[in-house]
């Protein structure tokens, strides 16, 4: 689930709305840029300016259903 009022801090998984797409990626702060880091190699990291427009943050994930 998703809290859309929780503080995000460095090293939270948030959820994200870029323009028309929704990612799930760890949030890292650095002075006036935003990095949004992946699980996996691939796609790479994305480092974004947080007034870019389309760019949105939704809110922290914090807990994950698994269905098996």
């Given amino acids: 689930s998703v809290n859309l009022k929780s503080t995000i801090n460095n090293e939270d998984i948030i959820v994200v709305k870029i323009g028309e797409r ?17 699980a996996d190699d691939y796609p790479s990291d994305l480092i974004i300016e947080p007034n870019t427009p389309g ?9 994950v259903i698994r269905e098996l």
């Avoid at 929704?22 to 992946?38: D, G, M, P, Q």
């Fill in 22 to 38: 929704i990612l799930v990626r760890k949030y890292f702060k650095n002075n006036s840029l935003i990095r949004l880091e992946t």
């Fill in 55 to 63: 760019f949105q943050i939704l809110g922290k994930v914090v807990s």
